[in-house]
């Protein structure tokens, strides 16, 4: 069995008070827009008891579907709708990664796991993403 390659990096650097200044105007209509329902509930708890945790949680999951696309190199062209791709806590805290129909069929056809860095500073957020390549055994196999 062959090791698989890197597929695809992403990578995005975030002002947090570009996401306030839009969710000043749009309000829940960008959270709908922006997260998946998971997502949206770990932002409501967030922001229900600290506002500033709950504009911090949503500008790091923005950069994280940005660096996600990039990575996948369609950018926010379909399948990629902002929506579909969540980040969720794995056990132990680490970032994961949730795709949704169709963005997972068409994703988990051309790639291996997807691997998400998050950080966020008081006024910046990033996020790095890493796409793996699929294994040489799992293309023979659905070839």
Known sequence: MSAPGIAGIGTD??????IERVYARHGERFV???LGP?????????????PRRGMRY???RFAAKEAF???IGLGMHMPMAWSRMQVINLPGG????????PLADWYHARFGPAHVSLTDEHDMVA?????E???????????
Do not use: H, N
Request: glycine residues 2%.
């Open 58 to 60: 949503l500008a790091t």
């Open 69 to 71: 696309s990039k990575a």
């Open 38 to 50: 998971d997502e949206q509930a770990v932002f409501r708890r967030r922001a229900a008891r600290d």
């Open 13 to 18: 650097l975030l002002r947090i008070e570009r």
């Open 127 to 131: 996020a790095f993403v890493i796409i």
């Open 32 to 34: 709908a827009r922006i």
């Open 94 to 101: 680490r970032p994961g990664v949730r795709l949704s129909k």
């Open 133 to 143: 390549a699929l294994s040489a055994d799992v293309e023979v196999r659905k070839s």
